[in-house]
């Protein structure tokens, strides 16, 4: 979300006192003759994780996304549990589920400060939290993102900081060693989600989302800070110190940009088929109303095909108006854009973003309907659509066949 630090910083101190208070893998892998110009590869494995050590309950999570596309795309919602237009921490809330009658089938935290050690992330929302509703959500059989506004390894800002940074972490910069610290917390995090069991119980598996929407520029790894081959290999050497140096094998990595419109612009600085999961994008553009569907459902469409011919999820991963002044916006622009084709039917999911809880200053943030506003009750016809699923109305996405 491009919203700026300022605004969610004030919003973190509100919330602090609530706290104290399987089809088409025939084209799968397949290079294509410009791929290599683009930095994409077909080293992985047609159809299975990019971490080719995945747990078993990662690689159910997968497999299982796969086979559901096409059929159900799952509905999400950041910060869903922790606080909602009215309140905040209060157990079992949910303005999701307080309005649709469901709660939502993705759930989305953000782990920005944990690389400075906090006990709580940049809207302050305390990790320990996060780890409870993350652990408690998989139990559900949910799926849980991690996204990361990392705050600057140069200058020390936010990650709308956009001193030149990206040179300084790769191997060989001035900041590489504490970039690689900055990890060391990231992978202690994601490796203490364990759901109960013996031997220590369970990896939760979790899709992580780092680096998003870099072609924009308000990121300090966006756009005009960083060429596209050093965002290639920030991302690369991510994915590899996470996943070969910590262990870190309950994750899949999302490559989400901002908005495109061709496939080349999408694949811009796409890091290659073995460092990525799921082909997502974020859009706060062209779904505003039903006058930019043909925009919407064309990216839709873009992002589902390279996904499928990379034997990869898709996934509109950011999306939503903010204070949803169209009461019917839910089946009258979002739903018929879903369900427009076979393509724009296989993503994996649809995640809309926060409800900061109502202030001064954020009077009317938020992207899910609350009881009582306007399109509350058309959400609750979306909700009932047979494409769209919430918590419950999907197989457990874990179970194995073998």
């Known amino acids: 979300m491009i919203a700026s630090r300022t605004a969610r910083a004030s919003f973190a101190r509100l919330v602090a006192l609530g706290v104290a208070g399987l089809a088409l893998t025939a084209c799968a892998g397949r290079a294509r003759p410009d791929d290599a110009a683009r930095g994409v590869t077909a080293t992985s494995v047609a159809g299975a994780p990019a971490d080719p050590r995945a747990t078993r309950e990662t690689r159910a999570l997968f497999a299982n996304l796969r086979t559901l596309a096409g059929r159900r795309i799952l509905f999400g919602h950041h910060d869903d549990l922790a606080y909602g237009h009215t309140w905040a921490y209060q157990a079992g809330r949910s303005d999701v589920n307080e309005t649709a009658g469901a709660y939502p089938a993705v759930y989305e935290w953000d782990l920005s400060e944990i690389e400075r050690d906090s006990a709580a992330n940049i809207d302050g929302v305390p990790f320990a939290r996060i780890r409870g509703w993350i652990v408690d ?122 908005v495109f419109d061709t496939p080349d612009a999408y694949l811009a600085r796409y890091p290659g088929d073995a460092y990525v999961d799921v082909l997502g994008y974020d859009d706060y553009q062209s779904v505003r109303s039903p006058a930019t569907r043909p925009q919407m459902t064309e990216r839709m469409r873009i992002v589902a095909r390279l996904a499928a011919e990379r034997g990869k999820l898709a996934a509109l991963t950011e999306t939503g108006v903010e204070a949803l002044p169209d009461s019917l916006w839910w089946t009258g622009t979002l739903l018929p854009a879903l369900a427009q ?13 926060r409800n900061a809880p109502q202030s001064a200053e954020h009077p009317h943030h938020f992207y899910a309907p ?33």
């Open 137 to 258: 959500r998989y139990a559900r059989g949910d799926v849980n993102v991690l996204s990361w506004h990392v705050n600057n390894p140069v200058s020390g800002g936010n990650a709308w900081d956009t001193t030149a940074a990206v040179a300084a972490v790769l191997p060989g910069g001035a900041r590489h060693a504490e970039y690689t610290a900055w990890l060391d917390r990231v992978a202690a995090f994601a490796t203490s989600l364990r759901a109960p069991g013996p031997n220590g119980g369970t990896l939760v598996p979790v899709v992580f989302r780092p680096f998003h929407e870099m072609s924009g520029s308000w990121f300090w790894w966006g756009g005009r800070h960083a060429t596209p081959d050093e965002y290639r290999q920030l991302w690369r050497f991510t994915v590899t110190y996470l996943r070969d140096r910590k262990g870190a094998h309950n994750l899949l990595y999302a490559f989400a940009p901002d």
């Open 341 to 353: 084709d076979s393509l724009t039917r296989r993503l994996s999911w649809v995640l809309v973003w």
């Open 370 to 402: 609350y009881a009582g506003q306007a399109s509350a009750a058309d959400f609750a016809r979306f909700r009932r659509d047979p494409l769209i699923a919430f918590d419950g109305d999907v197989p457990d996405l874990y179970r194995t066949t073998r």
